[in-house]
DNA sequence: ATAGATGCAAATATTTTGCCGCCAG
DNA sequence: CTGGCGGCAAAATATTTGCATCTAT
């Protein structure tokens, strides 16, 4: 019952990285989307980020493969991919200003739970959210297809200093 | 341990009204904090929406008190309350645009549950929720000061439109 | 061949900042 | 009185749209 701790990480670190390169390439393949030179660069990223990103560290990456891709190409790909439910998209309680960050969907939903002071941010995954979940789609009788949840407070090091 | 069920509401209305309209006013007195006429109109505000708010909702509002109520003034007084934390900021999983909504704080955390065909959110509390957060509150050893669950999903009318 | 994707520019939406005059306490 | 607050304008940031062109299939 308790959570699986999950790991300390860095600001925005992440670890549920794809186990299986090219997963969204091949998703979306499987399900008849075209795959553009552009989309394959962004996927590549995607799939396999160390961090949780956000349009404009997408962007940048991406450049690096193809100069010319541009920012509006990364929103409407990232828009593909929210819609066909293979990203998720967080604020992170807008730990850094108003942006979004993207994360490809994983297996299993997980918890973020960031510190307001440093901004780490720790995954978590915990079999008392899978039931909530299953409670709640019992309870409004609602099919899921996302669920969000972002929990911020301080960290002992970050308590200590103030 | 069923999750309370709520209230059916229509898009982004509300249940959770002050049961003490006032309270916020009450609460900056208490701590010492300004009290300016354009502040007075937007908590009366705040503190009595039988609907989500966003910033353009709330100085609309504002303005039949107050037409020369400026917008950064809402932007301010939100921020500082947000600091205080009377109000929690939502974005409802973006149901309608990237804005975001408040709330008043209430004396227990709830759920934001959203049908993301016909927009409509309900508010649920759940004692499996609160266990959530005192389990990562100690595994995480983190001191939580802010806690967001946003569920999304179809209600049965929509599933069976789709 | 052609439906659908991209690039570019511009529009729109959202939030923040600088500065000065005003007002609550 | 005076430090914090609000109004106004402008800037900064974030996202979306229109349209001509290109390309994956």
Redesign the pocket.
Known sequence: MAATPARRISSGERINISAEPGRLEAELTRRG???????RILLRIIDTAPEHLN??LLLRQARRA?P??????V???L??LKRFGLVDELDLLHLR????YYEMRGPRDHIHVACLGCGKVREVESELFDRLKRQIERDCDIQITVARTEIGGYCPNCRSRS
């Open positions: 989307i075209r795959l553009t030179r552009q989309r349009v404009e193809d010319r891709l541009n920012r509006v190409t929103y409407r790909t828009d593909m200003g108003h942006q979004h």
